[in-house]
């Protein structure tokens, strides 16, 4: 590893130091437990590349087949799906460091279901799928580190795909919300919580119009089954039986 020593002082093609570029790097999961010189080597093994894009551009393109795995290292972008006539329906964002296209990848799916397109400017970098499974001739440690925490990425995400699925086959707006809020004060452990979402994007997340959730909100806190503050929520004493169904 001592190839590492001679890099760090290099650029990338951005003009980055090699030490900020695996800063930034090492902020994915992914990478969780595997220092500079380790990251430098698994990167180069893995065929890595760093692609900006600005915004609106379109990451991956639904049709494609995918054999990369990205990782977002800079920006916000948005998976969405389309329709025959070209309607879009935002499914989820993806954030800074965080990871798409290793489960299609490893389905060996041969369509991709899914666009991802840019929020703003982004910066994307690459893993070839293959040379991320494939240990090299050296079977190093931090390799197979590297693909459990891939695996556990994978499961975190299946998880919360599910957790959605509870959500949105609920059939009014309002039995959505309860569950949503529901599942959140349990996970957060008190009635009092936060979510992640700021309004559209709740909307987007539990596939409801905004203007109806947001009158359902209202009339649930006028009937005393909550109160909230912009994505601060507080539930109150009410069995969820109780709550008319909205829209």
Same mark, same amino acid.
């Given at each position: ?36 010189? $380790? ?17 609106? $551009? ?5 049709? $494609? ?138 909307? $987007? ?43």
């Amino acid at each position: 590893y001592n190839i590492y020593i001679a890099l760090v002082v290099k650029t990338t093609e951005r003009g980055e130091s090699m030490e900020e570029y695996l800063h930034r790097v090492k902020k994915s999961p992914l990478f969780y437990g595997i220092n500079d010189n $380790e990251l430098y080597t698994l990167l180069k093994c893995c065929a890595a590349e760093q692609v900006p894009y600005e915004d609106g $551009e379109y990451i991956f393109r639904m049709g $494609e087949s995918v054999n990369k795995v990205l990782i977002l290292l800079k920006g916000r972008a948005r998976v969405i799906q389309e329709n025959f006539w070209g309607r879009q329906e935002m499914i989820y964002h993806i954030r800074e460091g965080e990871l798409f296209g290793e489960s299609y990848s490893c389905a060996r799916t041969p369509v991709l279901p899914v666009s991802v397109v840019t929020e703003g400017p982004c910066e994307a970098l690459f893993l070839n799928y293959q040379r991320m499974i494939t240990f090299c001739s050296l079977a190093c440690e931090f390799h197979t580190r590297f693909i459990h925490n891939m695996l556990r990425l994978v499961s975190e995400h299946n998880v919360k795909l599910e957790n959605k699925l509870e959500h949105v086959c609920r059939k009014s707006t309002r039995e959505k919300l309860l569950s949503y809020l529901s599942e959140q004060a349990i996970s957060q452990g008190g009635r009092a919580f936060d979510i992640p979402h700021n309004r559209q994007e709740l909307a $987007e997340y539990l596939c409801v119009d905004r203007s109806a959730m947001s009158n359902e909100l209202s009339k649930m806190r006028t009937e005393g089954i909550l109160d909230f503050q912009k994505n601060h929520f507080v539930l109150h004493d009410r069995y969820e039986g109780e709550a008319r169904e909205g829209a």
